[in-house]
């Protein structure tokens, strides 16, 4: 994968010391406290890092070799990353709380998300956390009046060519690349689902989560027609104690 490096420079927006501010105030307001965290999908470990540094111990898994291998020079010997490919999910731990950021669920089938959410449900505690963003109806109205994207980033020029089908809510992307110095190039292709409203809430009740907001792109700002990025919220549902029934008197 190729494109893991240049993903931060062409892909990345300076975002996630946002990003992880928000997540930070609304776990502290947790009386059970929120320690370990868990990144799907985790990438480069930009959010990772960002956590790290508020003192949060944090997991990363993903699924491409040289993501994880750029994570390892970011975050160091000492955190545990994972070669991991959603909706499969082995690692063996339970954590206060799990993030997924920048689409990447976006990345799954809707049957594949169901299936990732139930793995995902046992590996964090009863009440714990799970805040994700995945692309809207906006961000897919985007792609398709805007079929082609192209820009320069640390020396590199980009072309994103996107192909929308809407019956099937789906975006293919299409992503070259040209190192402007040597004009050494590559191009990789992503495909996106995009997921009902519906379709996320039945996902993740099924699963267990509770859902407690869907905000504008890690803001408290509440989601608008015009909103590319969801942030949705969830914990998950306590267990209920079992009744037991009262024996009768003769």
Not at 36 to 59: N, Q, W
Not at 112 to 137: K, N, Q, Y
Not at 160 to 171: E, G, P
């Amino acid at each position: 994968m190729r494109l893991a490096g240049v993903y931060d420079e062409i892909v990345v927006d300076p975002c996630h010391h946002r990003w992880a501010a928000f997540l930070h105030e609304l776990w502290t307001a947790d009386a059970a406290g929120v320690h370990t965290v868990l990144d799907l999908c985790c990438g480069t470990g930009l959010m990772a890092s960002e956590l790290i540094a508020l003192g949060y111990r944090v997991s990363g898994v993903d699924a491409s070799a040289a993501m994880l291998a750029h994570a390892r020079r970011l975050l160091g010997p000492d955190v545990v990353l994972r070669r991991e490919a959603l909706p499969q999910l082995t690692i063996d731990a339970v954590f206060d709380a799990a993030v997924s950021t920048l689409d990447s669920l976006n990345y799954l089938t809707p049957a594949e998300l169901r299936t990732a959410l139930t793995a995902l449900r046992s590996r964090i505690r009863p009440a714990g956390w799970f805040v994700f963003d995945v692309h809207t109806d906006a961000m897919l109205e985007f792609a398709a009046t805007n079929p082609v994207v192209e820009g320069v980033a640390g020396g590199k020029r980009f072309t994103i060519t996107n192909v929308v089908n809407f019956d099937a809510r789906v975006c293919e992307s299409q992503i070259d690349v040209v190192r402007e110095s040597d004009r050494d190039a590559f191009t990789e292709r992503h495909v996106q689902h995009f997921f009902t409203d519906g379709q996320i809430r039945g996902a993740l009740a099924d699963a267990g989560f509770e859902v407690l907001g869907v905000t504008d792109e890690y803001t408290h700002e509440p989601v608008g027609s015009s909103t590319l990025r969801a942030t949705w919220i969830a914990r998950c549902r306590r267990p209920q104690p079992e009744s037991g029934g009262a024996a009768g008197g003769g």
